[in-house]
């Protein structure tokens, strides 16, 4: 799970709770659960095609609007860096969906549809809302030039 979703979940960023204990809950739930969940359920024949179309659709504009998703922490200011973040977001969102759609194995699939569709919540707006966090460019600078990025 972890190999499957470290080049996405490092180009597009997220959420970071405030507290320790918080961050270990969430990391061990979203790396732990997944795998769990994913033997109860089969997407087959034209539902899983739709599924991951759906959930590709929304990752790339949630992609397009909030990533790379910083955090006042750890804020992505340089315009090039968030270029960067952005494109390989897109990239490595696409990827994994890609092999979900075309591995000859349910577990790997719902894995990868499941944690690709958390990771890409963590970066939305409502979900920084909800964990009363502030995406580091806005705190420190929005960069005026990132309208203009893909």
Known sequence: MFVAMFAY???SGGIHLKTHLGCILFTTAFYCLIPIVSKYFELLGAIKYVV???VWIFGMIMIKKYAPADTEAVPI???KVRRKKKIASFISFTVGLFVALIVNNQMITNI??????IQTLTITKIVYR???SEYGYEV?????QESSMV
């Open 52 to 54: 991951i179309s759906l």
């Open 77 to 79: 200011l340089e315009i």
């Open 112 to 117: 990868l549809l499941i944690g690709n569709f």
């Open 130 to 132: 909800l964990t009363k």
């Open 140 to 144: 420190y600078g929005n960069t005026s």
């Open 9 to 11: 979940k490092g180009a």
